[in-house]
């Protein structure tokens, strides 16, 4: 699954340990998370959502739309 | 430091002490008054303690590792140990000359649960690397 944490991330200035510590998760899991390696669980996708302030389906895509 | 991490390093702690004393002689010391039984309760406790503190303190990437290398790693390399056994007493009968310290049944039993357990774990080790080198 594509998504644009990344991006977001880089906007707000914030490392992947920053992000990490925002969403109480590893810096492993966000790295795992950014690189499309690991899709996250629907409330921690929530907890993303919240935190950048945007709906899910705005930082991820599901590669078919 | 949060609440849950304390409980961690309190349980840790209590396993260092009590592996400490096992390893240092302490132990002739405690078996007077605690028998075999209480000891193994006592171990699991600790054990079980353990593993809920640490299972409730990590993320879901984690847990995910840890039951993806359960489940693979761990069901085939129980299997392997398995078909290994089987495969080694088909060769020579005689398990107890296959597996030199056993001598009678029930340490052949041990010997086997110990083959098969140490053979899950070694599954699970493969399995949660591999998940998390292909996820670094």
Redesign the interface.
Same mark, same amino acid.
């Given at each position: 699954m594509k998504n644009r944490l990344k991006v977001l991330r880089a906007e707000r200035d914030w490392s992947q340990a920053d992000l990490a510590q925002r969403l109480?998760? #590893?810096r492993?899991?966000v790295?795992?998370?950014e690189?499309g390696?690991?899709d996250? #669980?629907l409330p921690?996708a929530f907890k993303i959502a919240r935190l950048f302030n945007q709906p899910i389906e705005a930082i991820f895509q599901d590669g078919t739309t | 430091m949060d609440r849950r991490t304390w409980s961690i390093q309190a349980l840790n702690a209590v396993g260092i002490v009590g592996a400490v004393a096992i390893i240092f002689g302490l132990y002739p010391v405690f078996r007077r008054w605690i028998d075999f039984p209480v000891e193994l309760l006592m171990g699991v406790a600790w054990a079980l303690a353990f593993a809920a503190l640490v299972w409730r303190k990590m993320d879901e990437t984690a847990r995910e590792a840890h039951k993806n290398a359960w489940f693979w790693g761990g069901s085939f390399g129980f299997l392997l140990a398995l078909l290994g056994l089987i495969a080694a007493f088909r060769m020579d009968p005689r398990p107890a000359l296959l597996l030199r310290f056993s001598r009678q049944p029930v340490w052949l039993m041990v010997d086997g649960a110990t083959i098969a357990g140490g053979a899950a774990c070694a599954g699970y080790a493969v399995v949660w690397t591999v998940w998390w080198l292909r996820r670094r």
């Open positions: 109480d998760v #590893s492993q899991s790295n795992a998370i690189t390696k690991y996250p #669980s921690l | -």
